[in-house]
T-cell receptor, first 115, second 112 residues
Framework: GAVVSQHPSWVICKSGTSVKIECRSL??????MFWYRQFPKQSLMLMAT?????????EQGVEKDKFLINHASLTLSTLTVTSAHPEDSSFYIC???????????FGPGTRLLVL | AQSVTQPDIHITVSEGASLELRCNYS??????LFWYVQSPGQGLQLLLK??????LVQGIKGFEAEFKRSQSSFNLRKPSVHWSDAAEYFC??????????FGKGTRLHILP
């Protein structure tokens, strides 16, 4: 149980385009989902917390207009990188938390390469 | 503010040898602590967690961790490592707003 998927697993795009990444909890409902960014050989950095039915809360230094987050249902959150630039190239990982639990279950990640 | 420190960036052990990965946390109350493992290009897999109760926690893949409040530590151990254990290991703590913060990670290398 507690499986989280991400789609796509890999995406290559041209600079200036927008990219959408989906995060789904497959066998449980997740009121809260989290989006992380991981640079090569570094730790995960929390970007934002996504709550179903409300606006996402962003960590300090994360541009909310650049990283659009939508939590449309209890099993789906999306991250859209708008007007992507090469410096946005990274590994993006989502996680989902079962209500009333502290444990987060992580997706397999999406590698974004912006040319 | 809550924080997590993993003092060792890289650890190399021989296959079959014992392993201990260090983790120190900074938190005023009883922390919620986790160990996750990440294989190259993959997401994170939960190895074990500590919320309360028995301070020696058993996890998957033969791992265990011991919570020591006096030392603010939550070290991960395994009595005999396998080549497949080579990966990046992250210690994490839940901070005051219920969000997880991660240590910088320890990369484990296994010698044949």
């Amino acid at each position: 149980g507690a499986v989280v998927s991400q789609h796509p697993s890999w995406v290559i795009c041209k600079s200036g385009t927008s990219v959408k990444i989906e995060c789904r909890s497959l066998d449980f409902q997740a009121t809260t989902m989290f989006w992380y960014r991981q640079f090569p050989k570094q730790s995960l950095m929390l970007m934002a917390t996504s709550n179903e039915g409300s606006k996402a809360t962003y960590e300090q230094g994360v541009e909310k207009d650049k990283f659009l987050i939508n939590h449309a249902s209890l099993t789906l959150s999306t991250l859209t990188v708008t007007s992507a630039h090469p410096e946005d190239s990274s590994f993006y990982i989502c996680s989902a938390r079962i209500d009333s639990q502290e444990t987060q279950y992580f997706g397999p990640g999406t590698r974004l390469l912006v040319l | 503010a809550q924080s997590v420190t993993q003092p060792d960036i890289h650890i190399t052990v021989s296959e079959g040898a014992s392993l201990e990965l260090r983790c120190n946390y900074s938190y005023g109350a009883t922390p919620y602590l986790f160990w996750y493992v990440q294989s190259p290009g993959q997401g994170l897999q939960l190895l074990l967690k500590y919320f309360s109760g028995d301070t020696l926690v058993q996890g998957i893949k033969g791992f265990e961790a011991e919570f020591k409040r006096s030392q603010s530590s939550f070290n991960l151990r395994k009595p005999s490592v396998h080549w497949s254990d080579a990966a990046e290991y992250f210690c994490a703590v839940v901070r005051g707003d219920d969000k997880i913060i991660f240590g910088k990670g320890t990369r484990l290398h296994i010698l044949p």
